[in-house]
């Protein structure tokens, strides 16, 4: 009986730390130039842009490949479960509209990685991004560097290079 018990013990943190995997909220992408939305949508999840960091206030809103403001563009609209830390869909380039297989998951020190792929993930690219713990305004926009409350602590600016 106390075997059992050890073992129930035991594989409670394992359905607990399973169980917290939740990639909604908002996250500061790897270039620091972006924060995503990820939302549940349609019985999966679903990618937008909710808010670009600019380095001048006069710098305009970045626009799509079509010339439509980027600000609440749909990235990710089909992303479905597969396994307990899995999601895959498609994502869009809004630079120039092509659409790529995408993957998603939660990392051990709780990043969301997602990996965009050509075919197949063997040909793609990963990228890490960090939750994200500020607000962003309708608009969309923000300047760099962002307040240091707002974003992961490792990150002491918006972007590596703020002259840029």
Same mark, same amino acid.
């Given at each position: 009986?106390?075997?059992?018990?050890?073992?129930?013990?035991?594989?409670?943190?394992?359905?607990?730390?399973?169980?917290?995997?939740?990639?909604?909220?908002?996250?500061?992408?790897?270039?620091?130039?972006?924060?995503?939305?990820?939302?549940?949508? %349609? +019985?999966? @999840?679903?990618?937008?842009?909710?808010?670009? *960091?600019?380095?001048?206030?006069?710098?305009? #809103?970045? /626009?799509? $490949?079509?010339?439509?403001?980027?600000?609440?563009?749909?990235?990710?609209?089909?992303?479905?479960?597969?396994?307990?830390?899995?999601?895959?869909?498609?994502?869009?380039?809004?630079?120039?509209?092509?659409?790529?297989?995408?993957?998603?998951?939660?990392?051990? %020190? +709780?990043? @969301?990685?997602?990996?965009?792929?050509?075919? *197949?993930?063997?040909?793609?690219?990963?990228? #890490?991004? /960090?939750? $994200?713990?500020?607000?962003?305004?309708?608009?969309?926009?923000?300047?760099?560097?962002?307040?240091?409350?707002?974003?992961?602590?490792?990150?002491?600016?918006?972007?590596?290079?703020?002259?840029?």
């Amino acid at each position: 009986m106390s075997r059992i018990l050890a073992v129930a013990l035991l594989l409670v943190p394992l359905a607990a730390a399973r169980a917290s995997t939740d990639l909604t909220g908002l996250w500061l992408t790897r270039d620091h130039d972006g924060i995503m939305a990820v939302a549940s949508c %349609n +019985g999966g @999840l679903c990618v937008e842009i909710a808010g670009v *960091i600019l380095d001048h206030p006069n710098d305009p #809103t970045p /626009t799509d $490949y079509r010339g439509i403001s980027q600000c609440h563009l749909r990235l990710i609209a089909d992303a479905r479960q597969i396994d307990s830390n899995l999601w895959k869909g498609h994502i869009l380039d809004p630079r120039d509209g092509r659409v790529f297989g995408v993957e998603l998951h939660q990392a051990p %020190n +709780g990043d @969301l990685a997602l990996r965009g792929f050509l075919a *197949i993930p063997l040909f793609g690219e990963t990228q #890490t991004w /960090t939750r $994200y713990n500020g607000t962003v305004p309708k608009d969309c926009r923000l300047l760099a560097p962002l307040p240091p409350d707002a974003k992961a602590a490792q990150y002491p600016s918006a972007r590596k290079d703020p002259t840029r």
